[in-house]
Nanobody, 121 residues
Framework: QVQLVESGGGLVQPGGSLRLSCGASGSIFDINAMGWYRQAPGKERELVAAITSGGSTNYADSVKGRFIISRDNAKNTVYLQMNSLKPEDTAVYYC???????????????WGQGTQVTVSS
């Protein structure tokens, strides 16, 4: 069984910073891309940032220059450093990992349980 566990959410004032972490555990053969998505009340889930196993990154325009995604392949962990936070960044943040559990198994998307990030004064 494979699971993703997130941590690091919370309440922060505008202009502040938070760092999210997400670790994958279980019977993992290998991990392709990892990423962070978010969903605000009344809105659809959207991609925030993604990173490949080789380190290539992709960001939503709304977070470019403020957020940094990174990963530690040895620890099967992905991070999201969020700086200069704005009220519109308030959302539940979900970790995503495209993984397979065996050499002959297909890659499958796995999701974390979500962590709340609230930016408010």
């Amino acid at each position: 069984q494979v699971q993703l566990v997130e941590s690091g959410g919370g309440l922060v004032q505008p202009g502040g910073s938070l760092r999210l972490s997400c670790g994958a555990s279980g019977s993992i053969f290998d991990i392709n891309a990892m990423g962070w998505y978010r969903q605000a009340p009344g809105k659809e889930r959207e991609l925030v940032a993604a990173i490949t196993s080789g380190g290539s990154t992709n960001y939503a325009d709304s977070v470019k220059g403020r957020f940094i995604i990174s990963r530690d392949n040895a620890k099967n962990t992905v991070y999201l450093q969020m700086n200069s936070l704005k009220p519109e960044d308030t959302a539940v943040y979900y970790c995503n990992a495209n993984m397979r559990i065996g050499h002959y198994n297909p890659y499958h998307d796995y999701w974390g349980q979500g962590t709340q990030v609230t930016v408010s004064s």
